[in-house]
């Protein structure tokens, strides 16, 4: 699942031994142009059947070609048929599905079908990339950089040389040229991508199926979640990109993936191609101290208290669900995610073993001194910033933005702005066709997307928060609400939020037409009692930022010079750098696990378990009508294996944030799956790749195309398929 990351890191991941080597083949997420010459051998060891240039290749078509990246970045899809349809998660379309719902036509609850081309959906400001081919350009982005530079000389240096290659590789916009740093800016590599823009949802589940289990089973197996959306990307007549248009057709493209029917068994061979986000497998002790006592503390505590504010306001009502569906699944992913990546840090000693490669790294640079005058200083810098960190600011600093993140209310001062003077006694006067416009953007930005009772209630939840935090870390807004309020006693939020809702300028529209249609100053406008909040959360924030703007530029050229010496310590070993939202390709098997003693997974699930999870009217385990039928009276179609029908499956691919969507493909190059998440025991796997326990969770293409057939009745879509 993607989500977002602050730190970017290289490195290999090495849980089990104290050395920088290679891993087992499970772990790594390698660039596609090395695959030849760095991993081919050992794929073909575990059964892949494709040549090298089947997988890569930019003079002919291969399977890279059907690789997909929604956005810049935030999820993966796959080409499946010859006419553009494409597969993704349920959870990466389901910002579009809630754009195209109403309580009317409620597709997130009852799931959307186009029985035609022509009842396909656009979705406004939606594009894929797909890649034409990437390059290593570090010696012309680095011509000019030497070693004595400042970081600010050096950076004007690099970007200079990344414009101008840009704009030579882009032909005229022809082309979408991405160049990114690996290894902290020790190597760059140049991206090539075609970009569309007319995106047209074809197919997508009841959240019932594609969402079965919801924040309950998010990160956790066994899982029983038809995790998958279809789209279909349009081109000009001619072929090439264009925004959408009704006289556009459907993609002629270069490859798409076979799918098999056939099924998986434990050992199979895996491959996942996609676009993982960010992971810091890199990071050292002293930032894994960090994470775990200051950083995802800061964000797992207010969302403590907000989450389950929304959640039960959108359970009582459909038009509440519709209003904060998406934006709620975001943040209750994060929060979930950051309370079992630190419980899986802490549980795997992940500090203590990061301490002891660090040790074998300090030894082989003091034992010369050319190599203790280069690196020598650099474990010893990063520890000094990460210890010198304000824990307090840094709280207050996470805080702010969890806050701002997830209250429209709080937030709209700042992203609604009305005109204001320049001079605080200054007037400004709109004519009434101004205030109209005004009026209209309102609606748009805020009277139409939220529910006023749901937001005093989170209004009241961010206030409490900062009791969390010494009194000198905490907006001015919490001791003026405090005074202001004291009568109210403990109830004292209670008391500001009411007045928040009963008198700003902001929760209502005629106040807001009023006040716009008088002339007005700036500090009558500072006067309103949310602005003064809005206003005091960005100071808070702005005096906060110091903390983590140090942590995170003080850090960059340490981590450099650490990242160098590794890599010249293991200078005969093939490493794969961090993710970074660029395409990756991941190979493993088939696979169970143990997570516990005396506890043995399956690597497979099937519908039986739907069945047996199943808590009718529960949101997260309600079962529909006639999936259930489907499953009781076992009519699964060709879908079913020897009479049971496949959910899901594990395998021990390397995958991350950005990976959902992504195709599991088999030895054959045919599609067997949809990654769609990663495994409770090992959420520290951002950081540490555990050989033993990481597992990516799929969901079963067999799974999937029962959902359109036999469920949905969409099965004219398997015609343009190529099914095996």
Not at 318 to 338: E, G
Not at 599 to 625: C, M, R, S, W
Not at 672 to 683: R, S, T, V
Request: glycine share 6%; net charge negative.
């Amino acid at each position: 699942r993607f989500m977002k990351k602050f730190l970017l890191a290289m490195m290999m991941a090495f849980v089990l031994s104290p050395s920088f080597a290679i891993n087992p083949p499970d772990e790594g997420m390698w660039l596609p142009m090395f695959i030849k010459g760095y991993n081919y051998s050992e794929m073909q060891r575990l059964g892949l059947k494709l040549t090298a240039e089947q997988l890569y290749d930019i003079n002919n078509s291969s399977l890279k070609d059907a690789i997909v990246q929604l956005g810049d970045g935030f999820c993966t899809g796959e080409i499946v048929s010859r006419d553009g349809l494409m597969f993704t998660n349920h959870h990466c379309g389901y910002s579009f599905i809630v754009d195209h719902s109403t309580t009317e036509h409620d597709y997130l609850k009852n799931g959307f079908w186009a029985m035609s081309r022509e009842e396909e959906l656009p979705n406004e400001g939606f594009h894929v990339n797909m890649l034409e081919y990437m390059q290593d350009v570090t010696a012309t982005v680095l011509a000019e950089v030497t070693a004595d530079m400042k970081e600010s000389q050096r950076r004007d240096h690099v970007t200079k040389a990344i414009n101008k290659l840009k704009e030579e590789h882009s032909k005229e916009g022809r082309y979408n040229v991405v160049i990114k740093p690996f290894y902290e800016g020790n190597e760059y590599y140049m991206f090539v991508y075609t970009t569309y823009k007319d995106i047209r949802l074809v197919g997508a589940p009841p959240s019932a199926v594609g969402k079965f289990g919801g924040d309950t089973d998010n990160w956790m197996w066994p899982r029983h979640t038809g995790d998958f959306t279809i789209f279909r990307i349009y081109t000009a007549p001619d072929g090439s990109p264009a925004e959408y248009s009704p006289e556009n057709i459907p993609l002629k493209p270069k490859h798409y993936l076979p799918i098999s029917t056939k099924g998986v068994k434990m050992g199979d061979f895996s491959m996942v191609w996609g676009y993982p986000g960010t992971t810091e497998r890199f990071m050292t002790s002293y930032e894994v101290a960090k994470t775990i006592n200051i950083d995802n503390p800061s964000l797992v505590e207010p969302f403590d208290q907000i989450i389950p504010i929304y959640r039960e306001e959108m359970n009582k009502s459909d038009r509440v669900r519709l209003l904060y569906a998406d934006d709620f699944a975001s943040w209750a992913n994060t929060w979930k995610n950051k309370q079992g990546e630190t419980n899986s840090l802490i549980a795997l000693r992940v500090k203590e073993k990061k301490e002891k490669q660090e040790e074998i790294l300090t030894n082989w640079i003091n034992a010369d001194e050319s190599r203790k005058e280069k690196y020598g200083d650099a474990l010893p810098k990063i520890k000094a910033i990460c210890e010198g960190i304000n824990a307090n600011e840094m709280k207050t600093f996470w805080y702010a933005n969890v806050v701002l993140m997830s209250s429209k209310t709080v937030m709209l001062p700042y992203s609604f702005r009305i005109p204001l003077p320049d001079i605080g006694e200054k007037k400004v006067s709109l004519t009434a066709e101004d205030v109209q416009q005004w009026l209209k953007e309102y609606d748009e930005s805020y009277g139409k997307i939220v529910d006023l009772p749901t937001e005093e209630k989170v209004l009241v939840a961010t206030l409490q928060i900062w009791n969390n935090v010494p009194e000198e870390n905490q907006p001015s807004i919490v001791k003026y609400a405090k005074e202001t309020y004291k009568k109210a006693g403990t109830r004292w939020a209670e008391a500001f939020a009411a007045d928040v809702m009963e008198k700003s300028i902001f929760t209502s529209r005629e106040r807001l037409e009023k006040f716009l249609s008088k002339s007005y100053t700036k500090k009558m406008y500072d006067e309103d009692l949310l602005v003064k909040y809005n206003s005091s959360l960005i100071q808070a924030l702005f005096m906060s930022q110091s903390t983590y703007r140090d942590a995170s530029t003080k850090i960059n050229l340490p981590r450099r010079s650490y990242l160098a010496a590794i890599r010249e310590m293991e200078q005969n070993k093939p490493m794969y750098p961090d993710a970074n939202s660029t395409m990756r390709v991941t190979y493993g098997q088939v696979l169970d696990y143990y997570p516990i003693d005396g506890v043995h997974y399956l690597h497979y699930t099937t519908a039986q378990g739907i069945l047996e999870k199943e808590i009718p009217n529960d949101p997260e385990f309600d079962v529909p009508a006639k999936l259930k039928t489907l499953i009781e009276t076992k009519d699964f179609g060709p879908y079913a294996e020897n009479g049971v029908l496949p959910v899901c499956f594990l395998s021990n691919n390397d995958i991350t944030g950005g990976n959902s969507g992504s195709p599991v493909i088999n030895a054959n190059g045919e599609l067997i799956g949809l990654a769609f998440d990663g495994n409770w025991e090992a959420l520290s796997s951002d950081i540490v790749f555990n050989t033993e326990l990481q597992r990516c969770i799929n969901v079963d293409v067999r799974y999937v195309l029962f959902i359109i057939d036999k469920y949905a009745g969409a099965g004219y879509l398997l015609k343009e398929m190529d099914l095996r």
